[in-house]
Structure formats: C-alpha cells, structure tokens
T-cell receptor, first 114, second 113 residues
Framework: GNSVTQMEGPVTLSEEAFLTINCTYT??????LFWYVQYPGEGLQLLLKATKADDKGSNKGFEATYRKETTSFHLEKGSVQVSDSAVYFCALNDYGGATNKLIFGTGTLLAVQP | EAGVAQSPRYKIIEKRQSVAFWCNPISGHATLYWYQQILGQGPKLLIQ????????DSQLPKDRFSAERLKGVDSTLKIQPAKLEDSAVYLC???????????FGPGTRLTVL
C-alpha cells in the first residue's frame, strides 16, 4: 500500500542554520504531497503542498520539490528561527474512489536553539 | 472564519470505561475525518464522512469504536469499552470536498489507565 517515510528526529539546530528534513514515499499513481506542521499545543496546519512531479511548494521560507524519479519530497529552509520549533509531518493524499485520506509519516521534531 | 472545534481537549479514563469526543467542522464543509495519532506516530484515518454518509471506515475498530455525523454537520466518536492502547490524540478534520485542503482541529488527548 501507499506509505511515507521521513527522517527520525529530533533535529536540533542553531538559529539561522540550514534545515533539511528528508521524506520519501511509496505510491501507486500520482498522489499529491504535503508538509504539515504541528506547533506545541496546536492542531496540524498545512505548511505547503505539491500536486504533480517537479512542482515546488513554498511557504514561510520553507520549500519542497516533488521528485518523481527519486520518490522524494524533502523539506528545506535556508535559515531557521526559534519560532520554527515544531513537529513536521510529510503526507500524501491517497485517492481511492471517493476517499481522500491523508497518509502521514511518523513526524520529525525540530528544535531550534537561539 | 472559525476553525474546526473539538471537545474535550483532554480526557483521562480507566480501561473498560466509555468515552465520547465531539467535533464541529468548518461551516459548509461537507467532508469530515477522524484521525488517531498515537505518540511517536503520524495520524491514521479512522473514518471519513461525506455529509452524513460514511465514505471510508476500513481502519475503524468497529467492535469498540463508533462514529456518527447527524444532519451532516457535527460528529461524535465513541469508544466503548476503552483499552490501554486507545491512548492517543484524536484529531478531527474537515474539507470542502474531495481533493480540497483538510483543516484540523486541536485534537482530544485521551489517556486510558
């Protein structure tokens, strides 16, 4: 079945460091890909998405490119801030008939130190 | 615009007791989802409603879990009887339709002792 694998955390960085969180997927067909963020005490929020191969999603300085050849959707940010500390989830949209469920990776905790 | 509302935010119960969670989706959203997020794992879909009909409940443990969405708006998820392994965060999400963005509520954290 369809699945998502993302790098384990926690990832600890100093402010202004470069961030990469790896995500690879297994899917039949051509799913849409997403990054969700969960700040402490809050619900999941959509960070960015890409709906087809070579699309680049971007938001709040974060970027991820849909790479069909490597089945990857790695999250990057050039300069992280303390306020980026959160759990990041990679996900794909598993279309199956009328269903529209999201399949998530296990999440990666990012801790940014001042 | 109000987001997805859930209550309670926290619940602690003994095993074999019953518990119910409530979700109010974003106004006008036809599709409602319940996800279970066990500590250290990503959310997993339990059930998806389209209006008041069930679209997917293949991952719902039907011997103990039930859900309903009366009148196609609010939804309740019930567990009876609860087991230790049901300890998790239960997330409700809604979307305007198939293929549209899913908006998540803050979740209900359940602890079963």
């Amino acid at each position: 079945g369809n699945s998502v694998t993302q790098m384990e955390g926690p990832v600890t960085l100093s402010e202004e460091a470069f961030l990469t969180i790896n995500c690879t997927y297994t899917a039949t067909g051509y799913p849409s890909l997403f990054w969700y963020v969960q700040y402490p005490g809050e619900g999941l929020q959509l960070l960015l998405k890409a709906t087809k191969a070579d699309d680049k999603g971007s938001n709040k300085g974060f970027e991820a490119t849909y790479r069909k050849e490597t089945t990857s959707f790695h999250l990057e940010k050039g300069s992280v801030q303390v306020s980026d500390s959160a759990v990041y989830f990679c996900a794909l949209n598993d279309y199956g008939g009328a269903t529209n469920k999201l399949i998530f990776g296990t999440g990666t905790l990012l801790a940014v130190q001042p | 615009e109000a987001g997805v509302a859930q209550s309670p935010r926290y619940k602690i119960i003994e095993k074999r007791q019953s518990v119910a969670f409530w979700c109010n989706p974003i106004s006008g959203h036809a599709t409602l989802y319940w996800y279970q997020q066990i500590l250290g794992q990503g959310p997993k879909l339990l059930i998806q409603f389209q209006n008041n009909g069930v679209v997917d409940d293949s991952q719902l443990p039907k011997d103990r879990f039930s859900a309903e969405r009366l009148k196609g708006v609010d939804s309740t998820l019930k567990i009876q009887p609860a087991k230790l392994e049901d300890s998790a965060v239960y997330l409700c999400a809604s979307s305007g339709g198939r293929g549209e963005e899913q908006f998540f509520g803050p979740g209900t954290r359940l602890t079963v002792l």
